[in-house]
């Protein structure tokens, strides 16, 4: 079974705009990962966030991490027509040495 | 390095016939996993190798399929014989285990999209 779960399912917005995702997981994790897979192509790692971290950036991303919550949260910042894609967390809770991906979240950004 | 490698990318057979997915895996990766992707079930982990050992098939839906690594460089995903309910998308991913026991990045292949007529 899929350990993360996303939230919305699917977001489109303009341009310039900012879109922000939600995951929650059910048990206690090591880490959790974000990635971004375009239309046709295998997912790529975008950030890592450790259970021991609340919050980190990269370039126009700012992931956050609520362990008491069981959630976590994915910015984009100053969306660009590029940033349209799906969005999966995933946790390595489930078993050791794996990951369990959620569904995703499709997010189109509207030039 | 040119990443995760899989062949096929397109694969096309009919019900009943043997299907072979390959993957070359990323130089000095110690884990390979392949996954399965459908619109109504997601991203599905079927098998998992460390160091060419299968460690979890758990995710392998039935006895058609099975996966061997002969090597660091290679794997393959066969199923036997293939049926419509099959037809998906299925990516290889590696990845290096950074040694203090949590699960590092993965690097996925660009995936061989099966169909089953």
């Known amino acids: 079974s899929q350990q993360g779960e996303e939230d919305p399912q699917a977001l489109s917005i303009q341009e310039g705009e900012n879109a922000t995702m939600n995951c929650s997981y059910k048990?206690?994790?090591?880490?959790l990962q974000w990635y971004r897979q375009n239309s046709g192509r295998g997912l790529v790692h975008l950030i890592l966030i450790r259970s021991n971290e609340r919050e980190k950036h990269s370039g126009r991303l700012r992931v956050t991490l609520d362990t008491s919550k069981k959630s976590s949260s994915l910015l984009i910042t100053a969306s660009r027509a590029a940033d349209t894609a799906s969005y999966f967390c995933?946790?390595?809770?489930?078993?050791?040495?794996?990951?369990?991906f959620g569904k995703g979240n499709q997010v189109v950004v509207i030039p | 390095d040119a990443g995760v490698i899989q062949s096929p990318r397109h694969e096309v057979t009919e019900m009943g016939q043997e299907v072979t997915l390959r993957c070359k895996p990323i130089?000095?990766?110690?884990?390979l996993f392949w996954y399965r992707q459908t619109m109504m079930r997601g991203l599905e982990l079927l098998i998992y190798?460390?160091?060419?050992?299968?460690?979890?098939d758990s995710g392998m839906p039935e006895d058609r399929f099975s996966a061997k690594m002969p090597n660091a460089s290679f794997s393959t995903l066969k199923i036997q014989p293939s049926e419509p309910r099959d037809s998906a998308v299925y990516f290889c991913a590696s990845s290096s285990n950074p040694g203090w026991g949590d699960m590092y990045e993965q690097f996925f292949g660009p995936g061989t999209r099966l169909t089953v007529l």
């Open positions: 995933a946790t390595d809770a489930a078993r050791p040495n794996r990951l369990a």
């Open positions: 048990t206690s994790i090591n880490n």
């Open positions: 190798f460390n160091n060419n050992v299968p460690i979890d």
């Open positions: 130089s000095g990766h110690d884990y």
